[in-house]
């Protein structure tokens, strides 16, 4: 399949059950928002490879995530589509209409050379070979079927894990996993009000592969809606000259549809008093069109709101609560250079079709050209159709150590999609009352 249009017009996909096979019952399809399938039909995602659409639907906690996982030239890892259905009872929400990566840039610390992996090359993803990527210990390598069932493990205590390539040109590797999500006090065996609850999750990952580097792009969708989205570098051999590898991902959420999104920056403030400090927390709406400088000792994030969009737990006003979703970064340092894009972690943007990355130009040619700073034309960010920049950093120290000699083990960076309010409780709690237990 080469095009995403079929997701776009709700024909059948895909089904993939955690733990069983599909049911000869086809989940209702979600509804796309006009505005974001307006998008998409006006600008497909073009570029070749291969375009999966997906029906996931976990099986202990039968929420679903419907998405399209595209490898395509020149972007590689594309996710597009993207809904979340808490259970067969709630209607989908629409999340993410397209989140890529805009750019790659890899200056040494020589000063020379200074590469920009997207905007100056069209590199493929690479084909992945099933044989180097088996089953987990205790799974059939076929993925055979026990009793019409996935077998997931041979060993009850064993790990839950199914690993298989999947797309026409087989681009695209999809892993299922477990992951521990929540456990309340009352951890003592002994105590029957001990609950610990292990998640599941699917996992997508596609390589593009940049001369002797292989770039990792890995997006990770969660029952509990969550979103884990990684990108991690390797290589062949040691280098020994120092360099930065800045990640920058396009991220055009669409929550609950395209019009009426609003961003807002979040900030941890201390105040050093004494004999004891004190605290508070202050969100900031972004607007207009900004850019934002992480500092570690607030805990920054950014936060998109639906003007629309409330969850179930009613407050003072009898309205539930807001939903929104987090962006949160998972970082080890900040890259700054002399490029006008890398002084800004984050970025805020009205959509434009034609800005699908930080530095917007074609293989080959040369700076000055437009950048993230060139977008921010002092547009309003409130009820909008917004789109997220984000840049996190992998930095290779010079003289690199012996352990990276044949091949670099893997670095990563990346930050996590965390739904806020979308879930009246701690998700899959076993307690239907709000605040119970």
């Known amino acids: ?57 976990f099986d202990k906690s039968k929420s679903r995530w419907h998405l399209t996982v595209n490898a395509v030239d020149k972007f590689g890892l594309v996710i597009t589509g993207a809904s979340f259905q808490k259970s067969p009872n709630d209607p989908y929400i629409y999340v993410l209409h397209d989140g890529r990566m ?34 987990p210990i205790g799974v059939p390598e076929n993925g055979a079927l026990l009793n019409g069932k996935i077998t997931t493990s041979y060993r009850p205590e064993g790990p839950r894990s199914i690993r298989e390539i999947i797309g026409v040109d087989q681009l695209i590797c999809r892993e299922v996993r477990n992951y521990l999500a929540w456990m309340n006090a009352f951890v003592s065996t ?77 900030r941890h403030k201390e105040k050093l008093t004494v004999p004891e400090s004190t605290a508070t927390d202050e969100p900031e709406l972004i607007s207009p069109e900004g850019s934002r400088v992480w500092d570690p000792e607030q805990f920054n994030t950014l936060q998109i709101f639906d003007a629309r969009l409330r969850n179930k737990h009613l407050v003072d006003n009898g309205l539930g609560r807001k939903t929104s979703y987090e962006l949160v970064p998972m970082r ?22 034609d800005q699908l990355q930080a530095v917007n130009g ?3 040619q040369e700076l000055p050209l437009p950048s993230l700073p060139d977008y921010l034309t002092g547009q309003s960010t409130i009820n909008k159709d917004l789109v997220i920049w984000y840049t996190g950093s992998e930095h290779h120290e010079n003289n690199s150590r012996d352990e990276d000699f044949n091949t670099v083990p893997v670095l990563w960076t990346g930050f996590e999609l965390i739904p806020q309010n979308l879930f009246e409780g701690t998700p899959f709690y076993p307690c239907t009352n709000v605040g119970c237990g």
């Open 1 to 57: 399949m080469k095009t995403i249009a079929k997701f776009i017009f709700g024909l059948a996909m895909l089904a993939l059950r955690y733990g069983s096979t599909a049911s000869a019952q086809i989940p209702l399809e979600p509804l796309i928002p006009p505005d974001s399938a307006f998008k998409a039909m006006k600008h497909p995602l073009t570029g070749g490879g291969d375009h999966v659409p997906e029906t996931v639907t």
């Open 102 to 135: 805009a750019e790659i840039f890899v200056p040494y610390h020589t000063g020379s050379p200074n590469y920009r992996d997207i905007s100056n090359f069209n590199f493929k993803p690479l084909k992945l070979n099933a044989a180097k990527f088996p089953q």
């Open 190 to 266: 002994e105590d029957e009000k001990a609950l610990v609850r292990y998640g599941e999750e699917v996992v997508y990952f596609s390589v593009l592969r940049a001369a002797y580097y292989a770039y990792i792009m890995e997006w990770t969708f969660r029952d509990d809606g969550t979103i884990l989205v990684r990108a991690g570098s390797t290589g062949p051999k040691k280098d020994a000259t120092g360099h930065i590898h800045n990640f920058t991902w396009r991220l055009d959420i669409d929550l609950n549809g395209a019009s009426a999104n609003t961003a807002y920056w979040t």
């Open 332 to 353: 080890s340092g900040t890259a700054r250079h002399s490029e006008p894009w890398t002084k800004a972690d984050f970025w805020v943007t009205q959509y434009r079709p």
């Open 362 to 364: 074609q293989p080959y």
